[in-house]
């Protein structure tokens, strides 16, 4: 199968959506004018241009993309071209309304916006697959054409009764039989019993909370049939050209899809990553997205869509100051991106995001932001022949499952505040403050190549995941799991004590007696330092080393337990707390961090044989790097310090 790499050739590609049909002609030649200036390499056409190219069912409208196909090609700019299937025009859903999503509560998802397809309704799919035979019968053999982007965010949800029907035969592949599927959803509680499958629905909106592993089950089955309609598409695509990479833009750490699965069915991996350049932790959250996406492209990755300014979907939506538009470009691919994209190429003048910035912003060419985006496009390729292809190795992996995440994500647990992904930051940037490079992985993949294997919460897990990390440990790695982990099976059925015998006995826990969640600002004393969140009270085994809890309800009891290699942590450590003891551990297993003594606040990465320091303060800071260096920004040669201004990076080769 091609890679990234049939795409990059050697360059990191830079550019983003581009939407011309928005635009008069005469603007396309300026668009090319200012994009060859800017080192802009690549465009993503036709994302949302379907009603541009079927205005009338079975339509085709060619012309204006023939044009700019060629347009690009006679500037070296390569294409990755989209097929359109996220937003159906208009006459899709008037002529057949089958096509139209339906929401938990019976509302129609109506045109008018956009991803307002039913994913199980097969008169879509007709549609979709029929159009994207067409452009890849078109512009398969086009030279412009580096990459396909199939759909856009895949991301809807549908209730309806087509929905229903597909739910139904999904279900019965996975159960086979009634009584199956009425054991694992626990359909005993609350006289749910079904006696004929036409009974079962998606869990639509009830009087009170649903059956858990109904709403488990549908979120798997949803994950699924976006994914068939991906891997429709695909094969059409793949057909025409098989020596083109295909790639669908993940939303960073989306709930609805289970990424780990969709990665094995993309050529390329590519995420749409847009922090809020206000957030204090904006840098550690967008490097968790960039290490997991990272993961599942095992290897260089695509940042599909960012935003050069200000995004317009948040309450407040500021501006990037100066300089954060490289830094945090440059921090992607120092965590592995070989292309550096944006949401979108030319701010838009009309429709629901023409307050949402572009790379060329209503300020025009002489606006700061198309400045900015100049120099970042220059530097971009001045770094490329060192950088792209290269690949990260770390030492400590972080567990992370969809399955697990649906799971504990229902209604009816013991505290609505103990949100994963708010545990899956904390302790990724506890790892991030400590220097320590991480990958994520599944917890059935194989984690041998891992020092330190890290779950802040796996809340269920199969049988096969457990075996993976008893064997883990066995081998020689170090585990350090987070509460609430291991507690469900994969149908969401608490394990006999609360959580799983054998995991208990790898921490040297006996007994599980109850789970004390914290309520907002409420923390818990522990031996030298504080935990938030949830507590719990727990009897250590005899032979299990501990860190207690200080007063209060659990006075004495294990905050921290460790049994050999084997270390769960019953609380989340207040952020410097979990840093410490992770570092600590980490330490105690041979892990170093990337330098040594790094200021706060200064990001350490190698990514091949480079060293790329990033400041993600506005002041300027020193780091001690030992020997001479040569920084491929500026060209300058640096012994053994380097400064950094505000949002200061440099690419050190030594
Ligand atoms: C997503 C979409 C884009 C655009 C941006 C705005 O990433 O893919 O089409 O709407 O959001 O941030």
């Not at 968790?288 to 309450?315: C, F, H, I």
């Not at 060329?360 to 002489?366: F, I």
């Not at 608490?494 to 007696?513: K, W, Y």
């Amino acid at each position: 199968m091609p890679d990234l790499a049939a795409a990059t050739r050697g360059r990191i590609l830079f550019g983003g959506d581009y939407n011309p049909e928005q635009w008069p002609e005469e603007t396309w030649h300026e668009d090319v004018r200012l994009m060859k200036d800017a080192g802009v390499n690549s465009v993503t056409l036709g994302v949302f241009s379907w009603s541009k190219l079927e205005p009338h069912p079975g339509a085709r409208e060619f012309g204006w993309l023939d044009t700019l196909m060629d347009l690009m090609h006679d500037h070296g700019i390569g294409v990755v071209l989209a097929t359109p299937t996220s937003s159906p025009p208009p006459w899709m859903g008037r002529l057949h309304p089958d096509t139209l999503p339906v929401t938990e509560d019976g509302r129609t998802e109506w045109w008018g916006g956009r991803q307002h397809f039913s994913h199980s309704s097969a008169t879509y799919r007709r549609y979709a697959a029929a159009i994207t035979e067409d452009l890849a019968a078109r512009y398969g053999g086009h030279p412009a054409l580096t990459m396909w982007h199939i759909n856009n965010e895949y991301c809807t949800f549908d209730h309806g009764d087509q929905a229903a029907a597909a739910f139904r035969r999904w279900l019965r592949e996975k159960y086979g039989t009634l009584d199956a599927l009425n054991t694992a959803w626990g359909t005993a509680f609350w006289s749910q019993g079904y006696d004929s499958w036409d009974g079962i629905l998606p869990p639509r909106l009830p009087h009170y909370m649903k059956n858990p592993t109904q709403v488990l089950d549908f979120r798997r089955f949803t994950s699924d049939m976006l994914l068939e309609c991906y891997v429709a598409e695909r094969d059409i695509v793949r057909r025409h050209t098989p020596h083109i990479p295909v790639t669908t833009n993940f939303m960073p750490l989306w709930f609805g899809q289970d990424a780990w699965r969709w990665a094995e069915e993309e050529d390329v991996v590519s995420v749409d990553l847009y922090p809020d350049p206000r957030d204090p932790l904006g840098a550690q959250n967008g490097a968790l997205v960039q290490d997991m996406t990272r993961s599942q492209a095992r290897g260089p990755w695509v940042l599909m869509e960012q935003a050069a300014g200000p995004v317009n979907w948040r309450g407040v939506n500021h501006p990037k100051p100066r300089g954060l538009n490289r830094l945090w470009s440059l921090q992607a691919v120092a965590r592995g991106a070989d292309a550096v994209c944006y949401f979108q190429w030319r701010q838009s003048r009309q429709g629901a995001e023409k307050f949402h910035s572009g790379m060329v912003s209503h300020a025009g060419e002489e606006g700061r932001t198309y400045q900015e985006v100049k120099q970042l496009g220059a530097e971009l390729a001045r770094i490329a022949p060192h950088v792209t292809g290269r690949h990260i190795t770390a030492d400590v992996a972080v567990l992370h499952d969809w399955h697990s995440w649906w799971a504990g994500a229902q209604d009816g647990r013991l505290s609505t505040r103990a949100d994963y992904p708010d545990v899956l930051r904390a302790w990724h940037r506890a790892l991030w403050e400590a220097h320590l490079t991480t990958d994520f992985a599944h917890p059935e993949h194989d984690l041998t190549p891992y020092t330190v294997v890290v779950v802040p919460q796996l809340y269920a897990l199969t049988d096969a995941a457990i075996d993976n990390l008893l064997a883990y440990v066995r081998g020689g790695g170090t585990l350090v799991c987070g509460f609430l982990t291991g507690i469900a099976d994969e149908d969401d059925r608490v394990r006999p004590g609360g959580m799983d015998a054998r995991l208990r006995e790898l921490f040297g826990i006996r007994t599980l007696h109850e789970w004390w969640p914290l309520d907002a600002g409420e923390t818990v004393a522990c031996e030298g330092f504080r935990g938030t969140l949830w507590s719990e009270e727990i009897e250590a085994a005899e032979d299990a080393e501990t860190i207690p809890y200080q007063g209060g309800e659990l006075d004495g009891l294990p905050a921290v337990l460790r049994r050999g290699r084997a270390w769960y942590v019953s609380t989340l450590p207040e952020p410097d707390a979990l840093r410490d003891l992770l570092a600590r551990i980490a330490a105690g297993a041979g892990v170093r961090p990337v330098l040594d003594a790094i200021p706060a606040g200064v990001e350490a990465v190698r990514r091949g044989d480079l060293l790329f320091l990033l400041n993600h303060g506005r002041e300027a800071v020193t780091v001690e790097v030992p020997g001479s260096h040569r920084d491929l920004l500026s060209g300058s040669t640096m012994r053994d310090e380097v400064t950094l201004g505000r949002y200061g990076v440099v690419v050190l080769q030594s």
